[in-house]
Every structure is written in C-alpha cells, then in structure tokens.
C-alpha cells in the first residue's frame, strides 16, 4: 500500500466518524428540543395540580432559569476537563430522565428543586451539544450547524404535539416517562459515536476574550428578539391590531415555522456566501420583517396578516445567526473553544431571560410597537456587526 493510499484510507475512516458523530449530535439536539417541547405542555396541569398562583409559578419557572444559567457559566471548565463527548451523554440521559419528575413532585419546594436540577442538565447539555457540533463541523470541512438548530426546532414542535396528542390518554407523568424512554432509547443507540475532544484535560476557569464577548453579545441580542417575540407577539396582535385570539396565537407559530425552515437551509447558503454574509442577510431580513409588524399598525385593514408575514420574515433572518456565532466560537483559536461555546450560550441565554422583560418595561413607558423598534434596531444591529464578528470563511 502506498503512502498516497495510506492518506486516502485514514481520510475516509475520518470522514466516516464525523458522519457518524454528525448523527449522534443530530439526536442529541432532537431530544433536548422535544424534551423542552413535552416540558411546555405540561406546565398548566402542573399549575392546576399543585394549585399555584401566577406569581408562585413564575417564581419556580425562575429556578429553572437559574439553574440553567449557573450551570453554563459553570460548564466552560467542565467541557474543558473532560470534553463535550462525555458530557453530553451523562447530561442528555439526566434532562431527559428529569423530565417526569415534575408531574410527580408533592409541593412547590421540592418542585423548585427538581426544576433547578433540570434546567441545570438541561442547559450544561445546551452548550455541550453545540460544542460538539462544532467539533464535528470542523472535522467535516462544510457547515452543520444550521441543520442541528433546525433539528432543535423540529424537536419541540415533535413533542408540543406529542404532548397534545397524548396528555388526554395518560396521567401526565406517564406521557413524559413514555417520551423520555423512548428519547433515550434513540439516544443510547448513537451516544457511542461522538468524536472525542482533542484538548480536553485542561479545565480551570478561561475568561472569554474580546472576540468571544462580541459573539456573545450578538447572541444575547439575537436571542432577545426571539424572546420578545415568542411572549409578546399574540399580545401585539391582540392588542394592538385587533387580532381575534384565534388567530393572535398564530404569530409566534409562523415565526417558528419560518425559523425552522431557514435553519435547515442554512448550511447550503452558508456554504456557498459564508458566514457573515448570511448574519449580514438574516440581520437585514428581520429588521424588515419587524418594520412589516410595526407597519401592521398604520395600514389598518390587513394589519394581523401583514404582522404575520413580517413575523415570519423575522423568524427566517434571525434563524441562522445563533447558528454562525456558535459555530464561529467554536471556532476560536484561543485554544478553549470549548470555553468560548460556554460563554456564548450563557450570554445567550441571558438574552432570553431579559429580552421578555425588557420589553414590558418599554411598552408601559412608551408602547409595544417602540419596543419592536428596539428589537428591529437591535437586528440592524447584528447586520452591521456581521464582517467583524465572523470570518468569511466557511467553517
């Protein structure tokens, strides 16, 4: 055998292994969206059940927030000891195996307890994931990282309607050990593939440097306008352009849609443009997609439906901007990409949680729509950052 062939032998058992870690990943993403998807339709019986108040609710919400939180912040040094591979089996298999818990608990404090414990796995799993997929991507040579967001977002949609479908035919706790059995069935069968960490072993506490705070802070605004828009777009429709409640729901229905079906296109056009191409694009789109919303409220009749269509326009700009600020921290050559997919998602993640709230504030300062100007601004705002946040390379 020739040296040339040895090269080409060795190139294909590579190639092999980061399809087969491509699938794995792919799994990964599909579980941790549908356990978050079956987790949502479980929350009103859960508040019926234990008979809590709005306010006590939210206050156990919030401690799945925090758990989620602190654990990112957390799980830089823990990816960077033992590497995304092993992290995101032991933490898939807890968020998933979490998820009956809730339906199961006797009373708000140890349902507080579980819900910080399955934010926790759940968001240590958040950044695991992705760091692995942007090992695999690296390894592949060709974008991926679109497609498995995508799969994230197919994955809620698949257990929202899992959720619907069998909430009326089991007790609560049945339905979610059901999913979950089944999700870690699937799991278990392709864990065993993920490509190992190269420079794993070096944990300790990595501060992010210039570079990965811009990424993250673009991350924390794209995922600000994605929480704004999914707690405040039936109220907008309602409210503000008179849509019946029927069909204000809708909004944030089509701006999944959207997102999903731009995500699983993303990595062809991010392939073909390059990364800041398409963040400059998808920061364009969805500023003109919120101007469309925001015009909702000046044309009169059509207002609901031309919102909709520019709720959709948003939904398919932002979906590929988390996706290229992931993949280009993942990137990083610091070193720690591990460290720097941590301290995007954490800032991310923050975005989430303030961008909801923020925009409350705003509307009962001034209105809804000027809070919908602020999130178009902040997508303008994304779109010039573009050139300097991403490289033009392709992964």
Same mark, same amino acid.
């Given at each position: ?21 491509? @699938? ?14 079956? @987790? ?111 799969? @994230? ?62 990424? !993250? ?73 919120? !101007? ?104």
């Amino acid at each position: 055998m020739t040296g040339a062939e040895d090269i080409r032998g060795v190139s294909g058992r590579m190639a092999e292994q980061a399809s087969a870690a491509r @699938w794995a990943t792919v799994a990964a993403f599909f579980l941790n969206g549908t356990v978050f998807g079956v @987790w949502a339709t479980q929350i009103p019986l859960l508040k019926n059940r234990l008979d809590l108040s709005p306010a006590v609710l939210g206050a156990a919400l919030l401690c799945l927030a925090v758990g989620a939180l602190t654990a990112m912040i957390a799980s830089g040094p823990l990816l960077g000891r033992l590497g995304s591979a092993p992290v995101t089996r032991v933490t898939a298999l807890l968020f998933a195996g979490l998820l009956p818990l809730p339906s199961l608990v006797p009373d708000v404090t140890t349902l507080c307890i579980v819900l910080a414990l399955f934010g926790a796995s759940g968001g240590t799993m958040d950044v695991a994931m992705n760091a692995q997929g942007a090992l695999v991507e690296r390894r592949m040579g060709r974008p991926i990282m679109s497609s498995l967001h995508g799969m @994230w977002s197919l994955g809620g949609l698949a257990g929202a309607g899992l959720g619907g479908l069998l909430l009326p035919l089991m007790p609560p706790a049945a339905q979610a050990g059901l999913v979950s059995a089944g999700l870690l069935a699937l799991f278990l069968a392709l864990q065993g593939r993920f490509l190992p960490d190269r420079n794993a072993g070096g944990g300790g506490l990595v501060l992010p440097d210039r570079k990965t705070l811009l990424l !993250g802070l673009l991350a924390a605004m794209a995922f600000m306008g994605e929480g704004a828009i999914l707690d405040w777009s039936a109220i907008h429709l309602r409210d503000d352009l008179g849509a019946p409640a029927s069909i204000a729901g809708m909004g944030f229905g089509v701006f999944c849609a959207a997102m999903a079906a731009g995500r699983f296109s993303g990595d062809r056009l991010r392939h073909r443009f390059g990364g800041a191409t398409l963040m400059r694009a998808g920061g364009l789109l969805a500023t003109a997609g919120l !101007g469309c919303v925001l015009a909702g409220g000046i044309v009169g009749g059509g207002a609901p439906v031309l919102a909709m269509v520019g709720f959709g326009l948003t939904g398919i700009g932002l979906s590929n901007i988390v996706p290229v600020l992931f993949s280009t921290a993942g990137s990083v050559d610091s070193g720690h990409p591990d460290h720097a997919v941590a301290a995007v998602s954490t800032m991310g993640y923050a975005g989430v949680l303030a961008g909801p709230p923020l925009v409350g504030f705003i509307a009962e300062a001034t209105s809804l729509a000027t809070a919908f100007a602020m999130i178009a601004l902040l997508a303008l705002g994304m779109a010039a950052a573009a050139a300097r946040a991403v490289p033009r390379r392709v992964v």
